[in-house]
């Protein structure tokens, strides 16, 4: 039986599915924290520092000001205080300890060099030798990161040989992350020196039962979704994505779902469709919300892409713009950066969308006030809003 939806309906189950809607905690603890990436299943993680690494903003649009060390605990901290771990799901992320099983078949691919980026999988194969010499040296002489075995550092974007076999590693599952240094370089060791004991003892589900974990969380981590943006939430391959879907709605755990002007969906079984959505947020440009800009254009009437790779004479918004949320609707655009030497949050530039509500400009300004205490910027500096052709 297929679930007739008109769009707000839609938006309004997709919402409350990814966090928004409910009020925000007057205190943020690590329970909050930890039940906030359990429903979205992973934060991805950028390299982009102009505002704030991604990694941290997904919390802060559901939850309001938290304090930032308790992803870095949760993360990088000692093994018994680790909840999440970093791995290849949507990009780099970082996900609950509770997937790491569900990944084990995506680690075994790539050690039998089926996955990974082409000039990784070399590795698998022909040049094993070589990653596991340097396999070796983290396993006699401790965490290590590229840095610690390239003569010349090369550029972000040109990965060094050993650093290609590191990353062939860590894709893998011979290595795992231990640490971030300051500059934010991976640090890299074994995972039975890094995981929870309780972690890696957990049995290794079969292929298709892990990939039907996955798009079931991604189903409840979206609420309402086309196969496309169901398996592109853990990127899972089509064919692999369509066998678990199918299972799923034979379960019953997935249903048939009918949006006008949608492709075919499929709804949770235990979505909420709230009556309002109540909910202000700016949003980082890898939030699960909008990291898919087809799904946020039907969803939103809202075209959005990120300009940092755009020169700035051609950009229309800004650097680094984020959406914000008002309500149910996409409202506004805003670019931030942090001037860190200067204790200030930047807006260089705020585009309203046609049919912003007039409360918008006062709702941004205490949203932008918050995200600048959070940050500890001591003031926000930006321009009045302009209006988009």
């Known amino acids: 039986m297929t679930e007739h939806l008109n769009a707000a309906q839609a938006r309004r189950i997709a919402l409350a599915a990814q966090g928004f809607g409910a009020a925000r905690p007057a205190r943020v603890d690590a329970g909050h924290l930890r039940r906030t990436v359990d429903r979205l299943g992973l934060h991805q993680i950028d390299s982009v520092n102009v505002l704030t690494r991604a990694h941290y903003l997904p919390a802060f649009s559901r939850l309001g000001p938290y304090d930032a060390t308790l992803i870095d605990r949760a993360a990088w901290g000692r093994r018994s205080e680790r909840r999440l771990f970093e791995y290849w799901a949507h990009e780099a992320s970082l996900l609950p300890l509770a997937l790491h099983p569900d990944l084990r078949w995506r680690m075994a691919r790539a050690d039998r060099g089926e996955a990974g980026y082409a000039g990784m999988r070399v590795f698998a194969g022909e040049r094993r030798g070589e990653a596991m010499a340097i396999l070796g040296r983290i396993r006699d ?77 991604a189903a409840r981590a979206l609420g309402i979704a086309t196969l496309i943006e169901l398996r592109d939430y853990f990127r899972l391959g089509p064919a692999d994505a369509a066998r678990a879907v199918a299972g799923l709605v034979e379960e019953g755990v997935l249903v048939p779902a009918a949006v006008p002007g949608w492709p075919a969906a499929f709804l949770h079984r235990d979505v909420r469709l709230p009556r309002r959505i109540a909910a202000r947020a700016l949003l980082a440009p890898f939030d699960p919300l909008v990291w898919e800009r087809a799904r946020t254009q039907r969803l939103f009437g809202f075209r959005y892409r990120i300009e940092i790779y755009t020169p700035a004479d051609k950009r229309l918004h800004g650097y680094y713009v984020l959406p914000f949320l008002l309500g149910d609707r996409l409202v506004a655009r805003v670019d931030l950066k942090s001037d860190r030497a200067t204790s200030r949050l930047l807006v260089p530039a705020v585009h309203l969308e046609p049919d912003a509500p007039p409360e918008t400009l006062h709702e941004l300004q205490a949203e932008l006030a918050d995200l600048a205490r959070w940050l500890g910027l001591v003031e926000v500096v930006g321009p009045q809003a302009a209006a988009v052709d």
Request: cysteine-free.
């Open 141 to 217: 002489e401790g965490p290590l990161a590229a840095s610690d075995f390239d003569r010349g550092r090369p550029g972000w974007w040109e990965w060094s040989e050993p650093k290609r076999m590191l990353e062939w590693l860590f894709y893998a599952g011979h290595v795992t992350t231990a640490t971030r240094r300051r500059s934010f370089e991976r640090v890299y060791d074994l995972p039975e020196r890094v995981l929870p004991p309780a972690i890696l003892a957990l049995p290794t589900p079969s292929e298709g039962e892990a990939q039907r974990a996955l798009i079931e969380r």
